[in-house]
């Protein structure tokens, strides 16, 4: 996976107008921006990143080596409308970096101008060859799984917070990404959603092996339980990365499914007791250390009471883990408890 | 999916020396046994179907047009020592049908011998392309699926008797196949465990689309949602699926997952605690219709006292359905039984 590593960068936007298509160049952004040089965006775009603005071969002179896809478009393709721009960062000196199901290979003018320039093409949503079935057997070092009412809440968010934290409290901690966005982040990882359903608990074995008894994983989660579409990729997920701890990861705003109107969210309560209950299947000490609360955007006297609320009703730590402070020191504590 | 429609064939069993590995084979030879002419294997094997041992020109000339590979091989390749024998099949004009992970045109040399005689290489895994995802939108007519305490221990031949006794009494009712050998008998289908797990729900809904009010499609389970490898694609395709009905498939004599000798096997009433709490997300009105207990291989007697210990506990239907007779009319009477 190491052919993921990527060195700095420029942020393609394309021509985004909903922010919530950019989450990968927010990601990279929040996550890594010290490797971010600048944004790259078409005239219709309106959504920016808020990082200059510049052209690829000012990224190049900049020390940029890739040009990294930044937005998704429904549907998951890349539209014709980006593809002179891309090919353009090829002709430029830079790679293209895709987080997209479709493969960059697969279109005829990235082809060429990658095979004309000499740059590569690099898709990390492909997942490696030859994975294994699960064995479901336990392996030695601890692990904190995220995961969710929802999707696109916070769970990557919360795993990149919990693996600097534990790091900054010397603990032997590593980040394991599961998308495309994380992947770019950490530049190792396993694009869980890409992988085939027969072998997703498989992969995440792989993804999070066997370590020193005193190593912690902090492993992003993927979908939810009760999601209508992605419940299946969580479920093997939550099975192959047999976590002896979880935080489950909310938003107090939402009450039903992005995009699945008809579709309440599952309580914390609900999610908290249906994780045990199955990953009870591959580690029976699976057991719930907190909530990460998503309060971006709210005034910070709003949050602070949004998060007292759910300590109040919970019996574990809450904290917004962007807003760091006590209660997410809490949070931290009991991610370090071993029991 | 037409393509996967198969006339007459012959039945490969290869160096076959296990008969669990052979299960293609015996579920052709007990579901769809009018289309096959006889079987072919190589010298090292121990395994049969007891069909007519018969060359490929002898096949051909009884009005077999496909050899369809009827063994795994652990792994799912296709080893080396079957190459020269299916190449042949190609040379003496049968297509060949594979259920397996590998692509028979990822073989040179079956690639060669398909070219050379003009006959298909039929890959019958091999998902469609463009699956959306799931919607979680609730279809109209009615859905029965049936689901285990483990893998391969029943779910085919429970969904394809279910079927054909449903049909018997006048029902308007389809087979839907999820796996490579329920894809063969019926000519369609979704391999469903190599679907990208992204889209094993939205698969599910496609392979049981909309249909009349009275319709029933009876729907092949796989894996089992406490399977430490295969759970995500069970519970894809229960949240797929939307089943308004499930019967539990179980073997009375397996106290651990079939490979998994760490792993106890869950109980009846856990599954179907777990189904219901998890089927609700996509069909809040699921329920358990019945048990479908494998008793292959018992006395009558030790099989009827069998059924009768599980009926009495239970309070649902309990039959095997490949020994029919009254209980398993009474489990058809509580798939007919509108709720």
Chains 1, 2 share one sequence.
């Not at 393609?12 to 922010?19: C, N």
């Not at 968010?157 to 994380?182: K, M």
């Not at 902090?218 to 976590?243: D, K, N, T």
Request: glycine share 12%; net charge negative; aromatic share 4%.
């Amino acid at each position: 996976m190491d052919n993921r590593a990527i060195g700095r960068c420029l942020l393609f936007l394309g021509d985004v107008t909903e922010p919530g298509f950019a989450k990968t160049a927010f990601g990279l952004r929040d996550w890594a921006r010290e490797r971010c040089v600048g944004e790259l965006r078409l005239p219709q775009a309106t959504v920016s990143a808020g990082l200059p603005q510049l052209t690829c071969e000012q990224a190049a002179a900049q020390g940029a080596s890739a040009l990294v896809i930044g937005v998704a478009a429904p549907g998951g393709g890349i539209p014709d409308a980006w593809v002179p721009a891309l090919a353009a960062a090829l002709d430029a000196g830079l790679d293209i970096v895709s987080g997209m199901h479709v493969r960059l290979d697969a279109l005829p003018a990235l082809r060429e101008a990658a095979a004309r320039s000499g740059r590569r093409l690099v898709d990390v949503r492909t997942p490696p060859a030859d994975i294994p079935i699960a064995t479901g057997l336990p392996r030695s070092g601890r692990r904190i799984l995220t995961v969710g009412t929802d999707c696109a809440l916070g769970k990557k968010y919360t795993a990149l917070a919990l693996s600097r934290g534990l790091a900054a409290r010397g603990a032997d901690v590593s980040f394991r990404a599961t998308g495309q966005t994380g992947i770019m982040i950490a530049g190792s990882g396993m694009p869980i959603d890409a992988v085939v359903s027969d072998f997703v608990a498989g992969a995440a074995e792989i993804l999070s092996p066997a370590a020193a008894p005193g190593h912690v994983d902090v492993i992003e989660g993927q979908g939810s339980l009760f999601h209508p579409a992605f419940a299946g990729v969580s479920l093997g997920l939550l099975h192959g990365s047999q976590p002896d701890m979880f935080v489950v990861c909310h938003d107090p705003r939402r009450d039903h499914l992005l995009g699945y109107p008809a579709s309440p969210l599952p309580s914390i309560e609900t999610v908290i007791a249906q994780t045990i209950a199955l990953g009870r299947v591959t580690n029976p000490a699976i057991h719930c250390v907190g909530v990460a609360l998503n309060t971006g955007g709210m005034d910070a006297a709003v949050a602070e009471a949004e998060i007292a609320a759910y300590a109040a009703r919970l019996p574990y730590p809450v904290a917004d883990p962007m807003r760091g402070g006590p209660a997410f020191e809490r949070l931290l504590d009991a991610c370090q408890e071993t029991s």
